[in-house]
């Protein structure tokens, strides 16, 4: 068998506050008929990154409501997930292609592994590229399978891509977190465009007394009464580590008592942290002011949750990425974020609320020090990031998005009030940039050969137009 995450159930009550009991009562309406459904969802890790975030979070709500939810894990050695990282890195464009071995061992780990995939199920969602290839292998049964990629796809290595595609051949659906994400040569029948989201009410995001926060970073040896600056990331490459550290070696010139926590967890299916952590460690050699923290070490969800809450900024340098939790997770506490223009960090950081996006280790270390010395207005900048992620980030409208999904690959007719979710499947008014269901009336046009298009905001909508065929191969994709 694979091995399955123990993630328990958790009462949807609870989100009462957070998110109003009207959302709660439009998901419960959702999953009326739904209720007994059979759902799988396989990753490759149970801690450390966003997947392992959302469905630690997702799993025991569709138990509670009513659906018999499933969160298993496949497993391989060192080598297979060395291989799936090569594979991740080269599906966000990086250079090298796969060795022949290397192949060779994502097969037969995703072989060994369809073997323990022994249950039946009504839907199986599989994340990301690591178990892609267990439908191949496995075989659809009578199930509908659909595959959740959560990183930027959009410029694959094409020897990466090429190797990948044909796994996913016989998935009814591919679920990308931005329009703009989805590769050429997507041999899929159905696309949705769904954007990931954070649980207000996990331990990481709940509200913590700001005298508690500081015994927690205290504890750790933070100088709560100093400056603080923070990144929360897997140690990766594509989050620039290093850049964080250069970027606050400038700021430090005009803030001597600055300190910098880079807060990072080692997640089981990427052995590259550590290459990497040696590496910062390396570079923050001599420097007291700089704390490396890691889950190894107890650094977990309530002390991610108290740096997000004290920093006087959270930086999130990434150079590609998928969406980047982090950054509605610390908008969500009303933290300034300096972030790199990349992937899902800009549909976050909109309009100039909650931070500001950067470039380059100078524009990052530009912005931070602004911020570090204009106090109140850095507040009142990170308080105006909080409303967009009430409004778009949190659990419940991916829940209600993922239940629409469900409901109509199963085939099962819904009552919706059309208001259920702000995210929409094929077929629905919707922004192709940014995958928001959209009301006609409100809705912004763009004409582009002829035909008329409809986006959530001048943002997006400016963004189709720069690069049309980019967002119309979702379109081309559903035929
Ligand atoms: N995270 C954590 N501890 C760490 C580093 C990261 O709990 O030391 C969490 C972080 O809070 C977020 C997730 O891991 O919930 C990272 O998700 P994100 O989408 O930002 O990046 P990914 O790792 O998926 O590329």
């Given at each position: 068998m694979l091995e399955t995450v123990d993630a328990g159930v958790q009462s949807l009550s609870r989100y009462d506050a957070s998110v109003g009991a009207g959302a709660l009562a439009r998901l419960h309406e959702l999953a009326a008929p739904l209720r007994g459904l059979r759902v799988l969802h396989v990753n490759a890790t149970p801690y450390g990154g966003g997947v392992a975030e959302i469905l630690r979070s997702e799993v025991p709500l569709l138990r509670d409501l009513g659906l018999v939810a499933d969160w298993k894990l496949i497993t391989g050695d060192e080598a297979f997930f060395r291989v799936t990282k090569k594979i991740h890195n080269g599906l966000q464009g990086a250079e090298p292609a796969l060795t022949p071995e290397e192949q060779e061992a994502y097969l037969t780990n995703s072989i060994r592994n369809a073997k323990l995939l022994e249950e039946s199920y009504d839907i199986v969602v599989v994340h990301d590229p690591q178990p892609l290839a267990l439908l191949h292998f496995?075989?659809?049964?009578?199930a509908r399978w659909a595959w959740r990629c959560h990183i930027d796809t959009s410029e694959p290595n094409p020897q990466v891509w090429d190797f990948l595609q044909p796994f996913v051949v016989g998935y009814d659906a591919a679920v990308f977190?931005?329009?703009?994400?989805v590769p050429e040569r997507l041999p899929v029948p159905r696309l949705e465009i769904i954007p990931p989201a954070i649980d207000p009410e996990s331990p990481k995001n709940l509200d913590l007394p700001p005298e508690i926060a500081q015994r927690v970073l205290s504890w750790i040896g933070v100088e709560v009464d100093k400056p603080l600056v923070t990144q929360v990331s897997r140690f990766d490459p594509w989050k620039d580590p290093l850049g964080v550290i250069e970027s606050y070696r400038l700021v430090k010139r005009e803030v001597p008592d600055l300190q910098l926590a880079l807060v990072g967890s080692m997640a089981?299916?990427?052995?590259?942290g550590w290459d990497m952590y040696r590496q910062i460690q390396e570079a923050a050699t001599g420097d007291p002011g700089i704390h490396l923290f890691t889950n190894l070490t107890g650094v977990s969800n309530v002390e991610v949750n108290a740096f997000q809450r004290l920093s006087d900024v959270v930086i999130?340098?990434?150079?590609?990425?998928?969406?980047?939790?982090v950054v509605s997770e610390t908008l969500w506490k009303r933290t300034p974020v300096v972030a790199g223009d990349a992937g899902g960090i800009p549909l976050q950081l909109r309009d100039g609320a909650g931070g500001f996006l950067v470039h380059s280790v100078e524009e990052c270390a530009e912005r931070t020090l602004w911020l570090l010395r204009h106090p109140e207005e850095a507040r009142e900048l990170g308080a105006s990031g909080k409303e967009r992620v009430r409004e778009r980030f949190l659990l419940t409208r991916l829940i209600a998005d993922e239940l629409r999904l469900y409901a109509s690959l199963a085939g099962v007719a819904q009552h919706t009030?059309?208001?259920?979710?702000l995210v929409g499947l094929t077929?629905?008014?919707?922004?192709?940039?940014?995958?928001m269901r959209l009301d006609r009336a409100k809705a912004l046009i763009a004409d582009y050969e002829a035909e008329e298009f409809l986006f959530c905001s001048e943002p997006c909508r400016r963004q189709f137009l720069a690069e049309p065929a980019r967002f119309l191969r979702a379109v081309a994709t559903q035929g």
């Amino acid at each position: 068998m694979l091995e399955t995450v123990d993630a328990g159930v958790q009462s949807l009550s609870r989100y009462d506050a957070s998110v109003g009991a009207g959302a709660l009562a439009r998901l419960h309406e959702l999953a009326a008929p739904l209720r007994g459904l059979r759902v799988l969802h396989v990753n490759a890790t149970p801690y450390g990154g966003g997947v392992a975030e959302i469905l630690r979070s997702e799993v025991p709500l569709l138990r509670d409501l009513g659906l018999v939810a499933d969160w298993k894990l496949i497993t391989g050695d060192e080598a297979f997930f060395r291989v799936t990282k090569k594979i991740h890195n080269g599906l966000q464009g990086a250079e090298p292609a796969l060795t022949p071995e290397e192949q060779e061992a994502y097969l037969t780990n995703s072989i060994r592994n369809a073997k323990l995939l022994e249950e039946s199920y009504d839907i199986v969602v599989v994340h990301d590229p690591q178990p892609l290839a267990l439908l191949h292998f496995h075989g659809k049964g009578q199930a509908r399978w659909a595959w959740r990629c959560h990183i930027d796809t959009s410029e694959p290595n094409p020897q990466v891509w090429d190797f990948l595609q044909p796994f996913v051949v016989g998935y009814d659906a591919a679920v990308f977190t931005l329009g703009g994400f989805v590769p050429e040569r997507l041999p899929v029948p159905r696309l949705e465009i769904i954007p990931p989201a954070i649980d207000p009410e996990s331990p990481k995001n709940l509200d913590l007394p700001p005298e508690i926060a500081q015994r927690v970073l205290s504890w750790i040896g933070v100088e709560v009464d100093k400056p603080l600056v923070t990144q929360v990331s897997r140690f990766d490459p594509w989050k620039d580590p290093l850049g964080v550290i250069e970027s606050y070696r400038l700021v430090k010139r005009e803030v001597p008592d600055l300190q910098l926590a880079l807060v990072g967890s080692m997640a089981l299916d990427d052995p590259e942290g550590w290459d990497m952590y040696r590496q910062i460690q390396e570079a923050a050699t001599g420097d007291p002011g700089i704390h490396l923290f890691t889950n190894l070490t107890g650094v977990s969800n309530v002390e991610v949750n108290a740096f997000q809450r004290l920093s006087d900024v959270v930086i999130q340098k990434s150079i590609r990425e998928g969406f980047g939790l982090v950054v509605s997770e610390t908008l969500w506490k009303r933290t300034p974020v300096v972030a790199g223009d990349a992937g899902g960090i800009p549909l976050q950081l909109r309009d100039g609320a909650g931070g500001f996006l950067v470039h380059s280790v100078e524009e990052c270390a530009e912005r931070t020090l602004w911020l570090l010395r204009h106090p109140e207005e850095a507040r009142e900048l990170g308080a105006s990031g909080k409303e967009r992620v009430r409004e778009r980030f949190l659990l419940t409208r991916l829940i209600a998005d993922e239940l629409r999904l469900y409901a109509s690959l199963a085939g099962v007719a819904q009552h919706t009030d059309g208001r259920a979710a702000l995210v929409g499947l094929t077929g629905e008014p919707r922004d192709m940039v940014c995958g928001m269901r959209l009301d006609r009336a409100k809705a912004l046009i763009a004409d582009y050969e002829a035909e008329e298009f409809l986006f959530c905001s001048e943002p997006c909508r400016r963004q189709f137009l720069a690069e049309p065929a980019r967002f119309l191969r979702a379109v081309a994709t559903q035929g």
